[in-house]
């Protein structure tokens, strides 16, 4: 059934299931986005549309159960009753086949971590070879591939979980400020702001590469009860942007940890000075995350409420860096700062000139509003798409961020210092404050005797 309505603006129409406005894909049912994304001889879908519905569709119904249908639809649609011809036309389809499932696992290796979805594509894999040698072969590379990829997520988990158990090791230096003079300083490793910043950039360049583009919608994705699937739940579907966040978070009490740490005053206002020299330099890279982070821990109170230690700073440069990360107008500041790098990165000659790292925590928040406020699916059943054309423009972007590869050299000692040296708790970071700069009113008095 072809319907035509003429809008104020442009045309409106509906083939079948599926509602087009100016030739943009609005709405349809999941069975119509489902079978739009199964190829046959003459029709491969839209690169774009095999993204944005491998991305979002997650919100309907299981990975697994997708593959099954859009690889059960495809062998079937080939049928005709007659085995040689049968043979000649899944021959055809095959390599685009193939071709959708490398796009799959190329995407969004990590749904492969589900062993139903291996099976589905070990199966598929049988199927084509019995019809072409070539489409075969590709396939074959193609796992390998993928199994690779899987392999070094694999180690990059246990990498990430090794770390942070070292971190969490924490010596008795920390226990007090005298004793932590055993504890060597952000200085002593390294004292270059220039430097510093780089390596900063290689650890969130590296935990970025390793963020699925799935993980921004699972993060929000119907938690289903049926869902318990070994396969898919033994690792958490989220597991390396939750790490990235943690990591944002460790960066905070790390500033805040070297700032609150020294003895002398003058020694404390160098660290905040360096610090504040280093978020200079993120912000020129264009390493927001990195940048936000340092400014989220010199506003903690612990290293705030040092007024005696922030008099000896000249603090300009700080209340510049504050001015671009300020939250009002939803961070205008900022977002137009990002828009600046992002432009510089597409026309960019050089791979220092493509780095983008956005504040992460605003990113998300972005998406998870744009998920919340606006409905999957309509009164009519139909699905929402343009909502998905929408959630699928901001992941791309990321996508674009997450492949740079990071041009400076790395420094083994400083990146093993910023990922392992212990930081202080919160209840510590307030404790070593006090033991800097004595309480100044009751309130603090009071917070100081509960913490002993």
Not at 79 to 108: H, M, Y
């Amino acid at each position: 059934n072809l319907g035509g309505r003429i809008y104020g603006h442009g045309i409106t129409a509906s083939y079948g299931e599926m509602c087009y406005h100016d030739n943009s894909l609005v709405s349809a049912s999941l069975e119509a986005l489902i079978q739009h994304l199964v190829p046959t001889v003459d029709y491969y879908p839209d690169r774009s549309y095999v993204f944005t519905f491998l991305l979002s569709s997650r919100l309907f119904l299981h990975p697994y159960e997708l593959m099954t249908r859009v690889c059960h639809l495809c062998v079937e649609q080939q049928r005709s009753g007659d085995a040689l011809l049968d043979k000649i036309r899944f021959r055809e389809v095959a390599p685009k086949l193939v071709q959708l499932l490398t796009e799959w696992t190329e995407t969004f290796p990590y749904d492969f971590r589900d062993e139903r979805m291996m099976r589905c594509l070990k199966d598929m894999t049988h199927h084509v070879a019995r019809g072409d040698e070539y489409s075969w072969r590709a396939m074959q590379q193609m796992t390998q591939r993928l199994i690779k990829r899987l392999s070094a997520l694999g180690q990059y988990e246990e990498a990430v979980a090794a770390l942070n158990a070292v971190a969490l090791e924490r010596p008795a230096s920390l226990k007090s400020k005298q004793a932590s003079g055993q504890r060597s300083d952000v200085m002593s490793v390294c004292d270059d702001p220039f430097i510093l910043a780089q390596q900063l950039t290689h650890i969130e360049l590296d935990r970025l590469s390793f963020i699925g583009p799935e993980e921004f919608i699972q993060s929000f994705a119907m938690k289903d009860p049926l869902e318990n699937h070994k396969g898919f739940f033994r690792k958490r579907k989220t597991s390396n942007l939750e790490a990235y966040i943690n990591w944002f978070n460790r960066l905070s009490y790390l500033v805040a940890t070297e700032i609150c740490m020294p003895v002398k005053k003058k020694h404390r206002a160098r660290i905040i000075e360096f610090f504040i020299d280093v978020a200079q330099e993120c912000f020129n890279i264009g390493n927001f995350n990195s940048l936000m982070a340092i400014i989220t821990g010199m506003n903690m109170s612990p290293v705030a409420r040092l007024r005696k230690t922030w008099s000896k700073v000249n603090t300009d440069k700080f209340e510049i860096l504050e001015h671009q990360m300020d939250p009002s107008s939803n961070f205008s500041n900022y977002r137009t700062a990002l828009r600046g790098a992002t432009q510089r990165s597409e026309t960019a000659h050089s791979s220092q000139e493509k780095i983008v790292i956005p504040f992460f925590s605003l990113l998300i928040k972005d998406i998870y509003f744009l998920n919340e406020g606006c409905a999957s699916r309509l009164p009519n059943g139909h699905i929402n798409f343009e909502k998905l054309w929408e959630l699928a423009k901001q992941v791309s972007e990321f996508l674009v961020w997450r492949q740079v590869i990071c041009p400076f050299d790395r420094d083994r000692r400083i990146l093993q210092y910023l990922v392992t040296t212990p930081v202080f708790s919160e209840d510590e970071l307030h404790l070593a404050s006090y033991e800097s700069e004595g309480p100044e009113n009751n309130m603090e008095k009071d917070s100081r005797r509960s913490l002993r």
